[in-house]
């Protein structure tokens, strides 16, 4: 029974908004609330606080969510008016009245305004740095890239980059390994041909045949990741914001 009154909303679409929350609001959230602790003198003592924020799409929507709030936020607002004039018969259904409204838009002018400081704090030079950690691979790196340049589009401070898992061995190790096992391997096959007692030899065969061809894949592997790995890595050299950046290379652990 409103009549045209749904139709006169329909343009504000608002659950889109109360239904779907955009990527990066649980994190603006989080580092809004972040920096009311560190308002707290209990706090001071800290001297660095670290995000490790969400991937690269995830980070960029948190840097445009004060923007998205601002559109939000004038969606509610209008939608309370509406509200307000529609008359009593609407606020019966809607089970609030314009006090609860009035306080709900508070809560929402109150949470744009955190969000807000949350964008200066990430654009202050003075205090803020952000810094991008990406893999030796081609993809990542391409990823980087594009991400510095979003973020210099949006006046972020950001002038270190880390490469992480970068393969720290010696090919020429495995190499010289898996040379010597197919020295091994020749060895025992020309002694089984001029023995006449060949069969004491076959566990041995079978056992070197297992070790040469263990040697040989380990080669394989590592000569693929070091080529990929210098690829990736001259693509940073090759990118002129990329290698605007002081890199810091991290090696692969054995472990965690």
Excluded: W
């Amino acid at each position: 029974g409103l009549g045209g009154f749904a139709d006169s909303i329909a343009d504000l679409k608002l659950g889109e908004l109360l239904d779907t929350p955009p990527p990066g609001l649980d994190e603006a959230i989080a580092i809004a609330k972040v920096i009311q602790f560190t308002k707290d003198e209990k706090f001071s003592k800290f001297t660095r606080i670290v995000f490790d924020t969400a991937p690269t799409g995830h980070t960029l929507r948190l840097l445009s969510l004060p923007d998205f709030l601002d559109a939000s936020i004038g969606k509610i607002v209008r939608l309370r008016q509406k509200l307000t004039s529609a008359g009593d018969a609407v606020k019966g259904i809607f089970g609030v009245g314009e006090d609860k409204q009035d306080d709900a838009v508070a809560k929402m002018e109150l949470l744009k305004a955190q969000v807000q400081e949350v964008r200066q704090l990430f654009r202050n030079k003075q205090t803020t740095e952000f810094i991008i950690v990406t893999i030796p691979t081609v993809l990542g790196v391409s990823e980087s890239g594009r991400l510095l340049a979003s973020l210099r589009e949006e006046d972020v401070p950001c002038s270190r980059l880390v490469v992480n898992q970068l393969l720290k061995v010696n090919v020429d190790d495995f190499k010289a390994a898996a040379a010597e096992a197919r020295d091994a391997q020749d060895a025992i096959t020309a002694a089984m041909a001029s023995s006449p007692n060949a069969e004491q030899f076959q566990t041995y065969a079978a056992a070197n045949a297992r070790a040469l061809k263990a040697a040989q894949a380990a080669v394989n592997f590592c000569s693929i990741k070091e080529k990929d790995q210098a690829r990736a890595l001259e693509m940073c050299d090759a990118d002129a914001g990329l290698n605007s950046l002081d890199r810091i290379e991290a090696p692969l652990f054995d472990m965690e």
